[in-house]
């Protein structure tokens, strides 16, 4: 994700010259905001139908694309906050074999998620520029996909050429921003769900060793300060991807719906067939992760009363079942800790499966 936006938003980090600046701007400009409205005009031109299928499925993707790079950049403080957030809660982490076991589960599911997202993203580039590739062998100065250009490409090789080279250039810039997109959320909530958990298991261990060193109300007294930085954790997360899942839930609906029906209908090669077969499958993966990390969060929110309650608690001092009795009320107000795609959408696996119903719907029509 830092990788992407340090190539996208080098501004954000450090001071930079005027040319860095220049860069950054007619990078938004071209990109983020022209490419899917040069596509997206094209429509107004009353395109045949297989145009006006093949351009939907690349400007309803791209326009989603660029509205979570722009809600990304807004929230990009706040998930600077976030990193330094995961690395606190990394720090209170015991030096027992269980919780560095449990730690490394954790961070072995965010590595194979990362690959199985290069891998498609991969798939989808390599068919893409493999098709290019076959247009500038054979001297095809053919748009990638149907647009609006304000000047005559078709008569003009030239302008032909500079047009298909700001497509393939858009797209590929393109390409990072939605790898940083659908990076971002399901990574983040995966940590948080593996963080929450692992802050259950020390808390429902409290009190059953006797050569702990602090005494257990200490203890507790640390785990509610680590509970206030899950709960901080939490509600920036909350924050920085309700904009962003409210798009990818609706944008990936429709792109699915018209991906399908343009594959039916128009598609009549096998590179185009292939790339729109490994296309569906990236729009899957871009929303499934996100849909089934937040459902793991909301289970291990559910458990945290128990975790508490897990506890050597009846041994204790007054003081400390009193604390631990407060507490425990407390964790047990879930509905704060509900994840909401723009404030509409609960974000879990049934999500994920309404959005597949919407898109079948929108396809039976």
């Known amino acids: 994700f830092w990788i992407c936006m340090r190539l996208l938003v080098p501004t954000f980090f450090k001071d930079c010259p005027r040319t860095v600046q220049l860069y950054v701007v007619l990078l938004n400009i071209l990109v983020t905001l022209w490419f899917p409205l040069h ?3 094209h429509l107004l031109l009353r395109p ?14 791209c326009l989603a694309c660029s509205l979570k790079h722009v809600a990304h950049l807004y929230h990009l403080p706040q998930i600077v906050e976030i990193e330094s957030l995961i690395g606190q809660l990394d720090t209170f982490i015991a030096s027992d074999q269980e919780h560095r076991y449990y730690q490394d589960h954790v961070y072995c599911h965010a590595r194979r998620f990362t690959r199985c997202l290069y891998v498609s993203f991969g798939m989808v580039y ?4 493999f098709g290019v590739f076959a247009q500038i062998i054979g001297r095809k100065w053919e748009l990638i996909y149907p647009a609006y250009f304000p000047f005559d490409f078709e008569n003009n090789s030239y302008l032909g050429a500079v047009a298909m080279g700001y497509q393939v250039m858009s797209l590929i810039v393109e390409g990072f921003q939605g790898l940083g997109n659908d990076t971002y959320t399901p990574l983040t909530l995966c940590f948080l769900a593996g963080h929450v958990h692992l802050w259950s298991i020390r808390m429902s ?10 005494t257990d109300h200490q203890r507790l007294l640390e785990y509610i300060e680590q509970h206030k930085l899950l709960v901080r954790f939490h509600r920036l997360v909350r924050r920085t991807i309700s904009e962003v899942q409210l798009v990818q839930l609706g944008g990936c609906g429709a792109t699915l719906c018209i991906i399908v ?9 096998t590179i185009s067939l292939v790339y729109y077969l490994v296309f569906f499958g990236v729009v899957c993966m871009q929303l499934f992760p996100s849909c089934y990390f937040a459902s793991e969060v909301a289970e291990e929110v559910e458990r945290l009363a128990y975790a508490i309650f897990s506890s050597r608690w009846y041994d204790q001092s007054r003081d400390h079942r009193f604390d631990l009795l407060v507490f425990t009320q ?4 879930n509905r704060g800790w509900v994840i ?7 974000l879990n696996l049934n999500a994920f499966f309404a959005t597949l119903k919407m898109a079948y719907s929108l396809f039976a029509v």
């Open 39 to 41: 596509m997206l005009l």
């Open 48 to 61: 045949s139908a297989a145009d006006f299928m093949k351009n939907l499925t690349i400007s309803l993707t």
């Open 126 to 129: 390599a068919v893409f520029l």
């Open 205 to 214: 261990q409290l009190g059953h060793f006797e050569d702990e060193t602090a």
């Open 261 to 269: 029906s343009y594959m039916l209908f128009f598609v009549g090669d």
């Open 330 to 333: 407390l964790t047990m107000g």
């Open 340 to 346: 909401m795609a723009g404030g509409l959408i609960e």
